[in-house]
Nanobody
Framework: QVQLVESGGGLVQPGGSLRLSCAASGPIFSINVMGWYRETPGKERELVAKIPSSGTTNYADSVKGRFTISRDNTKNTVNLQMNSLKPEDTAVYYC???????????????WGQGTQVTVSS
């Protein structure tokens, strides 16, 4: 069974920084895309950043220049470094992996449990 475990959320003042991490475990053959999404009450879950196995990153316009996504394929881990945080970044953040399982050619989507990020003075 594949599991994604997130860490690193919390409360931070405007202008501060946080680092989120998400690690996958289980019968993984490869991970095609690793990404971060966020959700606030009354709004649809939105893409924050993603990084495919090629390493080419993609960011939402609202976080460009402030957030950095990176991946460690040896540890099946993705990180999101968030700098210059704003109150509007407050949300529950979810990691998402597109995983090819061992002994399979199919690719499945898996989500982390979510971690709260609150930016407030």
């Amino acid at each position: 069974q594949v599991q994604l475990v997130e860490s690193g959320g919390g409360l931070v003042q405007p202008g501060g920084s946080l680092r989120l991490s998400c690690a996958a475990s289980g019968p993984i053959f490869s991970i095609n895309v690793m990404g971060w999404y966020r959700e606030t009450p009354g709004k649809e879950r939105e893409l924050v950043a993603k990084i495919p196995s090629s390493g080419t990153t993609n960011y939402a316009d609202s976080v460009k220049g402030r957030f950095t996504i990176s991946r460690d394929n040896t540890k099946n881990t993705v990180n999101l470094q968030m700098n210059s945080l704003k109150p509007e970044d407050t949300a529950v953040y979810y990691c998402n992996f597109q995983i090819r399982l061992q002994h399979s050619t199919n690719v499945y989507s898996y989500w982390g449990q979510g971690t709260q990020v609150t930016v407030s003075s």
